[in-house]
């Protein structure tokens, strides 16, 4: 399965530059957030698999105008042939906003998820937009990771953990994907592409 991931800035290569064979052989496209909702509902209208999406620290507009024919896994375990996907959008809290928690808020919107986790044995890919504590995240408050998610690749080993929110532009440090455990982590700053 091919999935195309998408983060934090809008790729020219598939907006301004957009061809409908770009798409051609993807499966699944993914959204760790910050995107504009009309740019996830462009690329609905080309293409034919689900998009789906959590939202970021600065996606409080998605209220009022959600990203058309995408589906939004938001604190859900969410399953496409097969493949058993964990959303859980937002940054940890740095000022008021809809879209960000503290670390103890995360693991109370985990905790609410324990029987979903339960039935469907755990999730192959975790989806977020925030990273995990000490891993790939930044020193300030607002780009610090989340313990909770150190907590869920720890427990359920997930293949994947691929989130945005650290601009892969921050710094020349910043990677773009590797392995913590058995987990493959990736940055899915603007698009990449895995397979799964």
Not at 7 to 18: I, P, Q, R, T
Not at 48 to 66: F, M, S, W
Request: proline share 4%.
């Amino acid at each position: 399965m091919k999935i195309l991931v998408l983060a934090d800035k809008e790729s020219l290569y598939l907006w301004d530059f957009f061809e409908k064979s770009k798409l051609e052989g993807i499966d699944l496209i993914l959204s760790c957030g910050d995107l504009h909702p009309h740019y996830l509902s462009f690329l609905a209208t080309f293409f034919q698999g689900p998009i789906l999406y959590v939202r970021g620290n600065h996606d409080d507009c998605y209220e009022q105008t959600p990203p058309d024919g995408c589906i939004c896994i938001d604190g859900k375990v969410y399953e496409h042939e097969g493949v058993r996907i964990l959303g859980l959008g937002g940054s940890m809290r740095y000022k008021t906003g809809k879209n960000q928690y503290t670390d103890r808020e995360m693991y109370r919107r985990i905790r609410k998820l324990s029987f979903s986790l339960w039935r469907k044995k755990g999730f192959d890919i975790l989806l977020t937009h925030s990273p995990a504590w000490q891993l790939g995240d930044g020193t300030d408050l607002p780009h610090t990771g989340f313990k909770a998610f150190r907590y869920l690749l720890d427990k359920y080993a997930p293949r994947y953990f691929i989130h945005g929110h650290i601009h892969l532009c921050y710094g020349a440090g910043i990677k773009r994907s590797y392995t913590y455990q058995s987990t493959t982590i990736v940055n899915a700053y603007e698009r990449y592409l895995i397979e799964l």
